[in-house]
C-alpha cells in the first residue's frame, strides 16, 4: 500500500489552458498576434504593452461564467489527476482572481473525487490572502504542481517540493534541489510512482 500523498495542483496552464485563450481575447481587441512561446513572463501589462487594468478586463473575460464551465484541459491533466485521485488527497490552489464557477467547474469534472478547493493571494493583481507556499505548508501538502515561475519560487521558499511544468513564462526559475522541471504530466505520473 503505498504511502498517501497530499498533493497541491494549481488550475490555470495546469489543470485547465488560460494563457492560450488569454491571446485569443487580446488578439479579438487589440488586434495584434502574439504567439504562446513569445509570452517570456506571467508580467501581462509587459508582454501586451498595456495597464494592468486593461489586462484585468481581458483576463475577467476568459473567466465568465459561461466560458469557466467549459474551459479546455491541458494535455492529459484530467486523467493523471483522476489516477492520483484514486490514492492520493488532491488540492487545487489557485490564485485566480475572478471565482464564480470555479468550484462548480471543478466538481463537473471531478465529481468521483473527494477534493479540497484553496484561494491564495495573487502576486500579479496584489491580491490579499495567504500566499500558496504558507497555504501548503498549513495544509501539510507534500508536493505542489505549477506552472508559474513565482509562486513556484515563493513554494520552495517555504521549503515545499514544487514539480514545475515547463512553459516559456517560467524558463528563468532559479532551480533548486526542490524544484522539479518537467516537460508534461506524463513526466509527472512517472516520477511519483
Ligand atoms: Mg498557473
Known sequence: MENKLKI????DDVVFEFVNPLLEGYKEKYGKDI???????YNF???FNISLKEVIDLI???FKKEKVENM???EFSKESILDLSKNHKIYFITSRIFREGTLESLEKFFFETN???????????KTNGKTKGEICNELGIDFMIEDSKEHAEECVGKNIKVFLLD????????????????KNWREIMEKIR
Open 35 to 41: 504567439s504562446f512561446e513569445e509570452v517570456f513572463s
Open 167 to 182: 512553459k516559456p513564462w517560467n524558463k528563468n526559475t532559479e532551480s533548486h534541489e526542490n524544484m522539479i522541471r518537467v
Open 45 to 47: 501589462p509587459t508582454i
Open 8 to 11: 497541491g495542483i494549481d488550475l
Open 60 to 62: 475577467e473575460d476568459v
Open 72 to 74: 479546455s484541459f491541458c
Open 115 to 125: 477534493f479540497e478547493l484553496v484561494f491564495s493571494s495573487n502576486p500579479y493583481a
